[in-house]
């Protein structure tokens, strides 16, 4: 059974960063060998991609992110993170992380809410 538990939503300023984390209760073998993602949705809208990351490290975004927020993972710590920096009203939503294991199902977290405003 894989768990991740997203932290570090909060409401922030606009132009303002933020650091979410995803703690992974997989073992590290499994955490390690899987690619993981950052989605978030807004009020009324589909969840939509943010930053993924492989098990190799490579990295793909979201243009509208693009040059603000990085994904990285800490496989000693089973934990994948997403810096976003100069963060927007439109930023607004709540981010849901994501682990594709090699073999089996994906999982989602529960979420965490990140709302930008003055």
């Known amino acids: 059974q894989v768990q991740l538990v997203e932290s570090g939503g909060a409401l922030v300023q606009p132009g303002g960063s933020l650091r979410l984390s995803c703690a992974c209760t997989?073992?590290?073998?499994?955490?390690?060998?899987?690619?993981m993602g950052w989605y978030r949705q807004a009020l009324g809208k589909q969840r939509e991609l943010v930053a993924t990351?492989?098990?190799?490290?490579?990295?793909n975004y979201a243009d509208s992110v693009k040059g603000r927020f990085t994904i990285s993972r800490d496989n000693a710590k089973n934990t994948v993170y997403l810096q976003m920096n100069s963060l927007k009203p439109e930023d607004t939503a709540v981010y849901y992380c994501?682990?594709?294991?090699?073999?089996?199902?994906?999982?989602w977290g529960q979420g965490t809410q990140v709302t930008v405003s003055s």
């Open positions: 994501k682990a594709d294991p090699l073999v089996g199902r994906s999982y």
């Open positions: 990351i492989t098990a190799g490290g490579r990295t």
């Open positions: 997989a073992s590290g073998r499994i955490f390690s060998s899987s690619a």
